[in-house]
């Protein structure tokens, strides 16, 4: 914890800890959720859905990574335990029970949308009261915005392609 660096915070900092723990709850959930939608994940364009969800997970877990550096130098802990990760979330997990692609893509955009807003609402929170934070998520916003578009342009791909051939 550094002492100096928690003191420029202009805000409760249990309050902003809690909430990067929130958000390093949905990001491990998110990560899981890719991670495992590329194993299963069914249909056409299958290969290249799956790739783009296997890069996803990754920088989801990037997500996680950049948020627990965060919490530590603010004195938290990021959550120590799994079971904590579902009461946790602010966006919670979309079992993909159907490993069809349109399915599998569908549930992953809705999980995106639900980060950008996430995401935006944090940013104003901070922006006048913590700018390392900020900095953070800003980027993981910007990332986030990727994704959804990355998984739009492909339901798009498929959907035309699903069209061509009735
Ligand atoms: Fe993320
Ligand atoms: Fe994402
Ligand atoms: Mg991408």
């Known amino acids: 914890m550094g002492t100096k660096g928690r003191q420029i915070v202009g805000m409760d900092i249990n309050e902003l800890l809690e909430m990067l723990n929130k958000a390093f709850a949905d990001e491990w959930l998110a990560y899981y959720q890719y991670w495992l939608g590329a194993k299963i994940v069914k249909g056409p364009m299958k290969d290249a859905v799956a790739s783009e969800l ?35 979330s602010h966006c919670g997990y979309d079992a ?36 390392v934070t900020y ?9 986030e915005v990727e994704h959804e578009e990355d998984l739009q342009s492909l339901d798009e791909d498929l959907e035309s392609l699903m069209m061509r051939q009735g």
């Open 54 to 88: 296997l890069i996803h997970a990754t920088e989801e877990l990037n997500h996680a990574n950049l948020l627990a550096m965060r919490i530590i130098q603010l004195g938290g802990t990021p959550l120590i335990s799994p079971d904590k990760w579902l009461d946790n």
């Open 96 to 131: 993909p029970t159907n490993p069809f692609v349109k399915e599998i893509l569908g549930q992953n955009i809705k999980g995106e949308q639900c980060a950008i807003d996430v995401y935006q609402k944090l940013l104003k929170i901070v922006r006048d009261v913590d700018p």
């Open 135 to 143: 900095n953070m998520v800003l980027t993981i916003l910007q990332d």
